[in-house]
Nanobody, 120 residues
Framework: VQLQASGGGLVEVGGSLNLSCTAS????????MGWYRQAPGKERELVAV???????NSADSVKGRFTISRDNAKKTVYLQMNSLKAEDTAVYYC???????????????WGQGTLVTVSS
């Protein structure tokens, strides 16, 4: 299973970016999809997650600014980021919890990360 993330880049404070991440390869089912981020010198933290039924949860720091969504048919998760702040600067990683076969255990899969830089 491979996760390919895209959409990162350089943006000014107050700007917007839309990240996307698509899963490919042998995967039977995907449960939770999400985004995490890691700023320089800090630990990786949850940004937002979305369940298979569409239920979402997000960090307090991004509530009202970031929106997570998914397209199950495309095996893709999106993160619309608005009103970006300098402190949103980080490498953003997509994550899925899925099974490769019907009998396999659920496990985590990670994308390679995409850099978001918000300039002030």
């Amino acid at each position: 299973v491979q996760l390919q993330a895209s959409g990162g880049g350089l943006v000014e404070v107050g700007g917007s970016l839309n990240l996307s991440c698509t899963a490919s390869g042998n995967i039977f089912s995907i449960n939770v999809m999400g985004w995490y981020r890691q700023a320089p010198g800090k630990e990786r933290e949850l940004v937002a997650v979305i369940g298979s039924g569409g239920l979402t949860n997000s960090a307090d720091s991004v509530k009202g600014r970031f929106t997570i969504s998914r397209d199950n048919a495309k095996k893709t998760v999106y993160l619309q980021m608005n009103s970006l702040k300098a402190e949103d600067t980080a490498v953003y990683y997509c994550n899925i919890q899925g099974r490769r076969t019907m009998l396999a255990s659920t496990r985590d899969y990670w994308g390679q990360g995409t850099l978001v830089t918000v300039s002030s």
